[in-house]
């Protein structure tokens, strides 16, 4: 009888029929906008390779096929070289970009992150290291490291993913579910592109 509202990561269909609602970020429509500029910014043309998030939840998927998926439809030219799941550490990254930069060479157009943390933290030293700032770079979410990145020029784009909006949204419909508002089922924070 406890009304349960979950937020963030996306619960397990058997959990989420307990569930009153869920909120959080939707992981699709980001991928969609960020495929979208970045084929744009490359003329819907080159290869590209993508750092994955762990294998084996939503994100796993959104992360990775959301890319894969949006570009085939909206930029058939554009190839998918390599999609890896190097996990979350700087030097792993540097080091799988570094390998792709030597196997893939001027194919090699763009890098997609499903972290603009660490995963790109390796990635710009990858590209410096090996002397391509030419390699287009898109990333998931919302840290330091990708807002300056993207001040920097560094970065094309990253996703709007505040925690605490993330928070708050939940708090926010958990307040009007108690004031006897209708509410949504799901409740997605907007697809904004930063």
């Known amino acids: 009888g406890i ?50 998030h762990n294998p084996g939840g939503s994100t796993y998927f959104s992360r990775g096929y959301g890319y894969v998926s949006t570009l085939s439809q909206i930029a058939p030219d554009m190839k998918l070289l390599d999609l890896q799941s190097p996990g979350f550490d700087a030097e792993k990254s540097k080091q799988l970009a570094l390998d792709w930069i030597k196997r893939f060479r001027g194919d090699l157009k763009a890098i997609i992150a499903a972290d603009d943390g660490p995963q790109m933290v390796g990635i710009i030293e990858a590209c410096a290291q090996a002397k391509r700032e030419d390699i287009v770079l898109i990333a998931a979410g919302n840290s330091k490291v990708g807002m300056d990145g993207v001040k920097a020029g560094k970065i094309l784009a990253i996703n709007y ?13 958990a307040a009007d579910w108690f004031n006897g508002k209708k509410v949504e089922r799901a409740v997605y924070l907007p697809p904004v592109i930063i």
């Open 161 to 173: 993913e505040s925690p605490a909006a993330c928070a708050a949204t939940a708090i926010k419909v």
């Open 3 to 52: 009304p349960v509202i979950a937020a963030h990561m996306l619960a397990s269909e058997e959990a989420l029929k307990y569930c009153l609602l869920w909120t959080g970020p939707d992981e699709w429509a980001p991928r969609r906008e960020l495929s979208k500029l970045l084929a744009k910014k490359l003329g819907n043309q080159g290869g590209y390779a993508i750092m994955s």
